[in-house]
């Protein structure tokens, strides 16, 4: 028990200094998004008030990663932010010019389109999520199942990720255990 406490602690470190890229990521779809929007024509009031969101899934966000695990991201962007020219094109060009992205993989035709890179060395999964708003609110709650009204069949996919993990953290009273427990297993797979 002792040892598995001593992981868990060590990955809360790990954890900790992942942060920085999580913020990163989070920065630059910011800065994409207002691209896009301007691109698509719309006025400056509607630039300004254009965002996209990242969130956080998986095992990071559960904190029962191991060393060396990917951080599982989806960048949630407004109607008018397409996932092949935008996400695949626009989003992918800033990124690879970025000198701390390395390794970018793009998946565009996976059954979750995904962008697989290394953000200062962290290996970074970014999924994409194009809802049916014009503004992406900064409290959106994708749990809500309202957030799926024409949504297409990738955008529900990589949804899926997120609600599921925010159903995990509803269920279960005790996250610390939850990490243990994975940890046990593990080691028995």
């Not at 800065?31 to 630039?47: H, M």
């Not at 990242?54 to 996932?83: K, Q």
């Amino acid at each position: 028990m002792r040892k598995a406490m001593d992981l868990l602690t060590e990955k809360k470190k790990e954890a900790k200094e992942r942060l920085p890229e999580t913020r990163k990521a989070i920065k630059i779809v910011k800065t994409w998004v207002k691209i896009v929007s301007r691109a698509r024509g719309l006025n400056e009031q509607l630039v300004q008030e254009a965002n996209a969101k990242i969130f956080t899934f998986g095992s990071y966000r559960l904190g029962v990663h191991g060393p060396g695990a990917d951080i599982d991201t989806l960048c949630v962007g407004p109607r008018h932010a397409d996932r092949d020219e935008d996400f695949f094109g626009e989003l992918k060009r800033m990124l690879i010019a970025m000198p701390d992205v390395t390794d970018m993989h793009p998946v565009p035709d996976a059954h979750v389109p995904v962008m697989k890179f290394k953000l200062n060395g962290v290996s970074v999964d970014l999924l994409y999520a194009k809802l049916s708003l014009l503004v992406i609110p900064e409290d959106l709650d994708i749990s809500q199942d309202s957030i799926l009204q024409n949504a297409d069949e990738k955008t529900v996919r990589s949804l899926n990720g997120c609600r599921v993990t925010d159903q995990i953290l509803r269920f279960v009273p005790n996250i610390q255990v939850l990490a243990i427990v994975s940890m046990f297993l593990c080691d028995f797979v």
